[in-house]
Structures are given as structure tokens and as C-alpha cells.
């Protein structure tokens, strides 16, 4: 059994080392959508995984506090902010704080992104 939460966050940024005319060479903006992951025993109690709750409030302070309305070139570790090293920045910081984690989905609008799963 899998449980997610979905999280959206508005950022710019502009990706260096592409082409003269490439449009994401400029600044611009976009509303990212995170999809988290995570497995686990049943709290037998309750009969839940995790509080949608406690999750919401993690994710915010370990990741989209640093991110929402952020310029992304700027953030600390991130390298280029591809949406594939968003994945990865927003991976490395969660993991630590839910080891039940299983994948990760960022998406950069509507029709792209990227999904990790630590491998
Ligand atoms: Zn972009």
C-alpha cells in the first residue's frame, strides 16, 4: 500500500548552457505539482500510514518553504534547476525525514516532469 500528497509551488528560473533563442535560456516561471510517496505499516489504532496532516507540514518545511516563490538559480545545492535536479534536491532533503518515502513526481506545468525513485 502506497499513500501520496500533492503540493503545487510557483518558482522561477532560467537554464544556462542551452542554445542562443532556446527559450528557457530566459528567466521565466512556473507552477511546479510534487507528488509524494510513502509506504509504511498501518498505525493499528488508527489505520493510517501517516497523518496527511504531519506529511503537509513536513514537506513544507524541508522543501517548499525553500522553494515557493523562489528564484531556483538561487537555492543552495541545486545546480541547474532542471526539473529532473528539482527532483533530485526535493529527494535528498525529504528521505532523511520519511524513510517510508517510495518515489517522488514533480511536474513543471502541465505535460512534463520527472519521477524518482532513489535509483
Ligand atoms: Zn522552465
Given at each position: 500500500?502506497?499513500?501520496?500528497?500533492?503540493?503545487?509551488?510557483?518558482?522561477?528560473?532560467?537554464?544556462?548552457?542551452?542554445?542562443?533563442?532556446?527559450?528557457?535560456?530566459?528567466?521565466?516561471?512556473h507552477t511546479y505539482r510534487l507528488t509524494v510517496y510513502?509506504?509504511?505499516?498501518?498505525?493499528?489504532?488508527?489505520?493510517?500510514?501517516?497523518?496527511?496532516?504531519?506529511?503537509?507540514?513536513?514537506?513544507?518545511?524541508?522543501?517548499?518553504?525553500?522553494?515557493?516563490?523562489?528564484?531556483?538559480?538561487?537555492?543552495?545545492?541545486?545546480?541547474?534547476?532542471?526539473?529532473?535536479?528539482?527532483?533530485?534536491?526535493?529527494?535528498?532533503?525529504?528521505?532523511?525525514?520519511?524513510?517510508?518515502?517510495?518515489?517522488?513526481?514533480?511536474?513543471?506545468?502541465?505535460?512534463?516532469?520527472?519521477?524518482?525513485?532513489?535509483?
Amino acid at each position: 500500500m502506497e499513500i501520496f500528497r500533492d503540493f503545487t509551488f510557483d518558482a522561477a528560473h532560467a537554464i544556462e548552457g542551452l542554445p542562443d533563442g532556446h527559450k528557457c535560456k530566459n528567466m521565466h516561471g512556473h507552477t511546479y505539482r510534487l507528488t509524494v510517496y510513502l509506504t509504511g505499516g498501518l498505525d493499528p489504532k488508527i489505520g493510517w500510514i501517516l497523518d496527511f496532516a504531519d506529511l503537509k507540514k513536513l514537506v513544507w518545511a524541508a522543501c517548499l518553504d525553500h522553494l515557493d516563490h523562489k528564484n531556483l538559480n538561487e537555492v543552495e545545492d541545486m545546480g541547474s534547476p532542471t526539473c529532473e535536479n528539482i527532483t533530485l534536491w526535493i529527494w535528498n532533503r525529504l528521505k532523511p525525514e520519511l524513510p517510508g518515502l517510495t518515489r517522488i513526481t514533480v511536474r513543471e506545468g502541465e505535460n512534463s516532469g520527472c519521477t524518482y525513485n532513489g535509483d
